[in-house]
């Protein structure tokens, strides 16, 4: 089935040409079924990059999805312009006036700052709040998830002496969580922050599971007892080369920058790096559409 999005959305012609089945407002008006709505809340500069990955991931489903992109009205984006914004987003306010089966809460490019000293920090916890009681799952991603920790359980992130930057061997610490259904015993996820969250914090909560860690014992992925809040802190929906981008953009500035572990083929970075989490990715969030979402989702929910 295919992904709901706006006519005219940048991510819509890049998609088609992967033979990505989306699907604009007007046919999907025709189709007599209820999509399961879900909403992004978009906390990333480059937003038609996020929107295009997250949307990619989200596609590889039998369900149909009614994506809403959320903007947050505390803060300024200088990465895109105003008129995307405005034509494609809902502002964050109006989430508070409808209703949503599942949500995204992205990362964010804020890690080394104080949660309190992000300026739509207030504005992001009244929305985590309307998440506990009005969402059936929320996936909050990398910076996201460490502000979810820290917010409903008061789970501090931690400075790291280098940033964590590559593509990481990752193991499950259960095996019987239908998030990871279908996942290998080792797989790989890209990773690139400056800080990250203490394993033995998140055990000792009892509200909350740990799914999976890397081989070094960093947190990968965790949920609550309830299954309405998952913390991914890594980013399976980027690209091939998104990693690649980045280390080349830090180089280029004379910023400090360690080549990306585990993914240019000989730690060559002229090199052209592979995708060996593509797989995974699609894996995962449509484990999390349908175990977590749809299956918990009552029809007549969404007006």
């Known amino acids: 089935m295919p992904i709901k999005i706006q006519s ?50 989200l596609a590889n489903t039998p369900l149909q999805i009614d994506i809403s992109l959320v903007r947050m ?32 809460i992205t990362g964010a490019p804020v890690e080394q700052m104080p949660f309190e000293d992000v300026d ?20 909050y991603i990398c910076w996201g998830a460490q502000a979810g920790l820290y917010h409903n359980y008061g789970i501090k992130k931690i400075p790291l002496d280098k940033k964590m930057f590559g593509l990481f061997d990752c193991v499950q610490t259960t095996m019987d969580d239908p998030l990871l259904r279908g996942f290998n015993d080792i797989f790989q996820v890209p990773i690139s922050r400056h800080t990250t969250v203490s394993t033995s914090a998140v055990s ?20 609550s007892s309830d299954n309405r809040s998952i913390f991914m802190t890594g980013h399976l929906e980027y690209d091939t080369d998104t990693l690649s981008n980045e280390y080349w953009r830090d180089k280029n500035k004379n910023l400090p920058i360690d080549l990306p572990k585990n993914y240019f083929p000989g730690n060559n970075p002229e090199s ?28 007549s929910f969404v007006n």
């Not at 992967?18 to 025709?30: D, P, Y």
């Not at 916890?125 to 929320?138: A, L």
């Open 8 to 57: 005219g959305l940048p991510a819509q012609s890049i998609l088609e040409k992967e033979n990505i089945f989306v699907m604009t407002e007007g046919r999907a008006k025709s189709q007599d079924i209820r999509p399961l709505k879900i909403a992004i809340i978009n906390l990333m500069p480059a937003k038609e990059t996020t929107e295009t990955q997250l949307l990619r991931v």
């Open 73 to 104: 009205e505390n803060h300024v984006s200088k990465h895109v312009s105003l008129n995307h914004l405005e034509k494609f987003y809902i502002p964050s306010g109006d989430i508070f006036k409808r209703k949503f089966d599942g949500m995204i």
């Open 120 to 139: 739509y920090w207030s504005e992001l916890c009244d929305i985590m709040d309307y998440c506990k009681e009005n969402i059936f799952s929320t996936l």
């Open 204 to 223: 000792r909560v009892k509200d909350l599971k740990i799914l999976a860690k890397t081989q070094s014992d960093d947190l990968i992925l965790a949920k």
């Open 272 to 299: 052209k790096p592979s995708n060996i989490w593509r797989s995974t990715a699609h894996l995962f969030y449509s484990n999390w559409l349908n175990y977590y979402v749809y299956q918990e989702t009552p029809y």
